[in-house]
């Protein structure tokens, strides 16, 4: 079994069209995270979460919205998509949520807005 | 705001060479110390994390944590084509949620 997966593994879509990228883990982690990844591979958080506490990067558009029906799933919800927008989206999740542990990553969602 | 520095190269090294890489951090309080290898397609895996001042030996792979001098670096020994990838540093940033440089991508040429 799949510890992290996320679906799909491609999207491409039109600007202004809204998409979902999902995620699951079946490692029973208090903690999952959404990190964009640019084509020069830097690898940016844009929301942390677990069961009691969403934190944001400050500098993520607001286009941007995380939603978590249990601990098990956080997707990633986009609106009126841009051509910035396109770039790597992975999922990841830890223990705990400390810093001080393994992430474990999804195998990545390839967004491409034309 | 805490953030870790890494040359983005590429780095080039000839097969059976040391390969090195570096990150600086600029948070004194920080404790641990991720490295991340990320084949290219590919998600970021675990090879190595370190928490103490000097060496931490995984096979070809050491890590080593200079706290006083705020640096951190991974030497693969032995380098292979295999060991190609982008290398990825982290630690807890803000909030203390997993914080990346920008990745070394090394190549390892036969």
């Known amino acids: 079994d799949t510890a992290v997966s996320q679906t799909p593994k491609y999207l491409v879509t039109q600007m202004g069209n809204d998409k979902s990228i999902k995620c699951e883990q079946n490692?029973?982690?208090?903690?999952m995270y959404w990190y964009k990844q640019d084509s020069k591979k830097f690898l940016k958080i844009m929301f942390s979460?677990?069961?009691?506490?969403?934190?944001i990067n400050e500098t993520v558009p607001n286009r941007f919205s995380p939603k978590s029906p249990d601990k098990a799933h956080l997707n990633l919800h986009i609106n009126s998509l841009e051509l910035g927008d396109s770039a790597v989206y992975f999922c990841?999740?830890?223990?705990?949520?400390?810093?001080?542990?393994?992430?474990?990553f999804g195998s990545g969602t390839q967004l491409s807005v034309l | 705001q805490k953030e870790v520095e890494q040359n983005s190269g590429p780095l080039s090294v000839p097969e059976g060479a040391i390969a090195s890489l570096n990150c600086t951090y600029s948070d004194r309080g920080s404790q641990s110390f991720f490295w991340y290898r990320q084949y290219s397609g590919k998600s970021p895996e675990l090879i190595m994390f370190?928490?103490?001042?000097g060496d931490k030996e995984d096979g070809r792979f050491t890590a080593q944590l200079n706290k006083a001098s705020q640096y951190v670096s991974l030497l693969i020994r032995d380098s292979q084509p295999s060991d190609s990838a982008t290398y990825l540093c982290a630690f807890p940033g803000g909030s203390y949620i997993p914080t990346f440089g920008r990745g070394t991508s090394l190549i390892v040429h036969p």
């Open positions: 979460y677990n069961n009691k506490e969403l934190i």
């Open positions: 490692l029973g982690h208090d903690t």
């Open positions: 370190i928490y103490s001042n």
């Open positions: 990841a999740s830890s223990r705990t949520g400390t810093g001080e542990e393994k992430l474990f």
